[in-house]
Nanobody, 129 residues
Framework: QVQLVESGGGLVQPGGSLRLSCAASGLTLDDYAIGWFRQAPGEKREGVSAISVSDTYYADSVKGRFTISRDNAKNTVYLQMNSLKYEDTAVYYC????????????????????????WGEGTRVTVSM
C-alpha cells in the first residue's frame, strides 16, 4: 500500500523560504514520478513540480524559485521553496504517478489532478506578514 506523508509547511513572510518533504512508503522511488500540487482557497488544484528517475518538471509560476529533489535512501522527495510570494499560499499535496520519466509526461499528468496513483493528506503553506 502506497503512502505519502507531507511535512514542512508553515507560516513564512514574503521573500522567505520553506522546504517541504514527502516521505513515501510502499513504493520504489525509481518506479514513480513524485511531485506536488497545491490548492488555494476557492481555487482548483494546480500542479507545481514533479521529479522522476531522470527528469524534473516545474510549473511556470514557480520556475527559478522552487527546486525539487529526491533522496532514494530515505524514499523522500523535497520541495525547496524560495522567494515565496503571497500567491504561493495554499495547501500543498504530494502525489505519485507510476511509470512517468520525462518532463513532458510529467507536465501532462501534472496539468490536472487526475491519473495520480497516490496522494498525501497535504501540508499548509501560508505566506503572510
Amino acid at each position: 500500500q502506497v503512502q505519502l506523508v507531507e511535512s514542512g509547511g508553515g507560516l513564512v513572510q514574503p521573500g522567505g523560504s520553506l522546504r517541504l518533504s514527502c516521505a513515501a512508503s510502499g513504493l520504489t522511488l525509481d518506479d514513480y514520478a513524485i511531485g506536488w500540487f497545491r490548492q488555494a482557497p476557492g481555487e482548483k488544484r494546480e500542479g507545481v513540480s514533479a521529479i522522476s528517475v531522470s527528469d524534473t518538471y516545474y510549473a511556470d509560476s514557480v520556475k527559478g524559485r522552487f527546486t525539487i529533489s529526491r533522496d532514494n535512501a530515505k524514499n523522500t522527495v523535497y520541495l525547496q521553496m524560495n522567494s515565496l510570494k503571497y500567491e504561493d499560499t495554499a495547501v500543498y499535496y504530494c502525489a505519485a504517478a507510476r511509470g512517468l520519466t520525462t518532463s513532458l509526461s510529467m507536465e501532462a499528468y501534472w496539468a490536472d489532478s487526475y491519473g495520480m496513483d497516490a496522494w498525501g493528506e497535504g501540508t499548509r503553506v501560508t505566506v503572510s506578514m
